[in-house]
């Protein structure tokens, strides 16, 4: 079991940039993809952007291609979201992820989530 704490959340106005950081514990000695989920009010979640355990291979929803940049750093047990150009409507709850792999990383170990607000 991966236990997962996120932070970096806040409050930016629009065209503003925000870094989220997700640190890993526990059972952290398996290689495991991790990834970024969000969740609008009334929105179901959605999956934001995952990376491999080496970090060759990355995945993004279309919405934030070009905008975001996911990364990881495997000394520190933490992958980051950074967040660029940023819209209203990326305001949710981004929730961190780790899997076995990317296909199948919702299923894995989830965070409690942190609030990003996007004002207009």
């Known amino acids: 079991q991966v236990q997962l704490v996120e932070s970096g959340g806040g409050f930016v106005q629009a065209g503003g940039s925000l870094r989220l950081s997700c640190a890993a514990s526990g059972r952290t000695s398996s290689p495991y993809s991790m990834g970024w989920f969000r969740q609008s009010p009334g929105k179901a979640r959605v999956f934001v952007a995952a990376?491999?355990?080496?970090?060759?291979?990355?995945s993004y929803a279309d919405s934030v291609k070009g905008r975001f940049t996911i990364s990881r750093d495997n000394a520190k047990n933490t992958v980051y979201l950074q967040m660029n150009s940023l819209k209203p409507e990326d305001t949710a709850v981004y929730y961190c992820?780790?899997?076995?792999?990317?296909?199948?990383?919702?299923?894995?170990?989830w965070g409690q989530g942190t609030q990003v607000t996007v004002s207009s």
């Open positions: 992820v780790a899997g076995q792999n990317i296909a199948i990383i919702a299923s894995g170990s």
């Open positions: 990376i491999s355990w080496g970090g060759g291979t990355t």
